[in-house]
C-alpha cells in the first residue's frame, strides 16, 4: 500500500505517464511542438527579406498570403497549425492528472485550429503589399474579417494555455517554469493588443514579432521539457 502511494505521488510530481504503452508516440509528438516554430519563424522571415514590396517594420507576416507567391505562407500557416495540433496531442499523452492536464493540451490545439484557419482565411492586402497595391489599409474583405477572428481567439487561447502552464508548474514546486509561462502569456497578449490597436505602426509590428518568438520558444521548450519526462529510462 505505501509502495503504490508513492508511485502515484511520483506521477504526480513528475507530470510522467506511468505505463504508457508508447512513449515514443508521446515523444514524436512533441517534437512537433520543438520544430513547429522555428520552422514558421524562418519560412516567414526568408519571405519577408525577398518578397518584392514587403518591408518588415510596416507589414504583419500575414500579409504574405497575398500575390502570386501567396501560397507559401498559407501553406506555412496551414502545415505550421497542423504541427500544434500534434503537438497538443502530445501534451495530453504527456500530461497525467493535475493542474492543466486537460485544458493546456486543448488551448494548444484551439491555437492550431486556429493557425489553419488564418491559412484558409487570408488576410486582406494593403499597405502597398503585394507590389502595386495602394497605400492605406485598404478595403476589409470577409475572408479579411475571418482571418482576425479566428487569429484573436487562437491567440487568446494560447495566452491562456501560458497561464495554465504557469499554475501547472507553481503546483509542482517549479518556480522558474511557473514564472517563465506566465511572463510569455502576458508579453503576447499586450504585443497583440498593441498589433491590433496599431494600425500598422512600426513599434506594433516589431513587438509582435518579438512577442510571437517568444511564445514559440516557450512551446518549443516546454515540449523538450516533457519530452524527457516521458523518454523510457527517465527516474
Same mark, same amino acid.
Do not use: K
Given at each position: 500500500?505505501?509502495?503504490?502511494?508513492?508511485?502515484? *505521488?511520483?506521477?504526480?510530481?513528475?507530470?510522467?505517464?506511468? *505505463?504508457?504503452?508508447?512513449?515514443?508516440?508521446?515523444?514524436?509528438?512533441?517534437?512537433?511542438?520543438?520544430?513547429?516554430?522555428?520552422?514558421?519563424?524562418?519560412?516567414?522571415?526568408?519571405?519577408?527579406?525577398?518578397?518584392?514590396?514587403?518591408?518588415?517594420?510596416?507589414?504583419?507576416?500575414?500579409?504574405?498570403?497575398?500575390?502570386?507567391?501567396?501560397?507559401?505562407?498559407?501553406?506555412?500557416?496551414?502545415?505550421?497549425?497542423?504541427?500544434?495540433?500534434?503537438?497538443?496531442?502530445?501534451?495530453?499523452?504527456?500530461?497525467?492528472?493535475?493542474?492543466?492536464?486537460?485544458?493546456?493540451?486543448?488551448?494548444?490545439?484551439?491555437?492550431?485550429?486556429?493557425?489553419?484557419?488564418?491559412?484558409?482565411?487570408?488576410?486582406?492586402?494593403?499597405?502597398?503589399?503585394?507590389?502595386?497595391?495602394?497605400?492605406?489599409?485598404?478595403?476589409?474583405?470577409?475572408? *479579411?474579417?475571418?482571418?482576425?477572428?479566428? *487569429?484573436?481567439?487562437?491567440?487568446?487561447?494560447?495566452?491562456?494555455?501560458?497561464?495554465?502552464?504557469?499554475?501547472?508548474?507553481?503546483?509542482?514546486?517549479?518556480?522558474?517554469?511557473?514564472?517563465?509561462?506566465?511572463?510569455?502569456?502576458?508579453?503576447?497578449?499586450?504585443?497583440?493588443?498593441?498589433?491590433?490597436?496599431?494600425?500598422?505602426?512600426?513599434?506594433?509590428?516589431?513587438?509582435?514579432?518579438?512577442?510571437?518568438?517568444?511564445?514559440?520558444?516557450?512551446?518549443?521548450?516546454?515540449?523538450?521539457?516533457?519530452?524527457?519526462?516521458?523518454?523510457?529510462?527517465?527516474?
Amino acid at each position: 500500500m505505501t509502495q503504490q502511494t508513492t508511485g502515484t *505521488g511520483d506521477r504526480r510530481a513528475t507530470g510522467r505517464r506511468i *505505463g504508457d504503452p508508447a512513449p515514443g508516440v508521446t515523444t514524436s509528438l512533441l517534437a512537433f511542438g520543438v520544430i513547429a516554430g522555428p520552422v514558421y519563424v524562418v519560412v516567414s522571415v526568408v519571405q519577408a527579406l525577398t518578397r518584392e514590396g514587403f518591408d518588415l517594420t510596416r507589414h504583419a507576416w500575414s500579409m504574405l498570403a497575398n500575390g502570386d507567391l501567396g501560397w507559401i505562407q498559407i501553406a506555412n500557416l496551414v502545415l505550421t497549425g497542423l504541427a500544434t495540433v500534434a503537438c497538443a496531442a502530445g501534451l495530453r499523452r504527456a500530461l497525467t492528472g493535475g493542474t492543466g492536464a486537460t485544458w493546456l493540451p486543448r488551448l494548444v490545439a484551439a491555437y492550431g485550429v486556429s493557425l489553419i484557419g488564418a491559412g484558409i482565411f487570408p488576410a486582406d492586402p494593403g499597405l502597398g503589399f503585394p507590389a502595386g497595391t495602394p497605400e492605406g489599409p485598404g478595403p476589409v474583405s470577409w475572408h *479579411g474579417t475571418l482571418h482576425f477572428v479566428v *487569429g484573436a481567439v487562437g491567440f487568446v487561447c494560447v495566452t491562456v494555455a501560458c497561464l495554465v502552464a504557469g499554475s501547472r508548474f507553481a503546483a509542482e514546486g517549479r518556480g522558474g517554469w511557473a514564472l517563465y509561462s506566465r511572463i510569455t502569456g502576458v508579453i503576447f497578449l499586450v504585443t497583440f493588443l498593441g498589433i491590433a490597436a496599431g494600425g500598422g505602426a512600426t513599434w506594433s509590428i516589431m513587438t509582435f514579432i518579438t512577442g510571437l518568438v517568444g511564445l514559440w520558444a516557450w512551446l518549443a521548450a516546454l515540449s523538450i521539457h516533457l519530452r524527457g519526462r516521458v523518454s523510457p529510462g527517465h527516474a
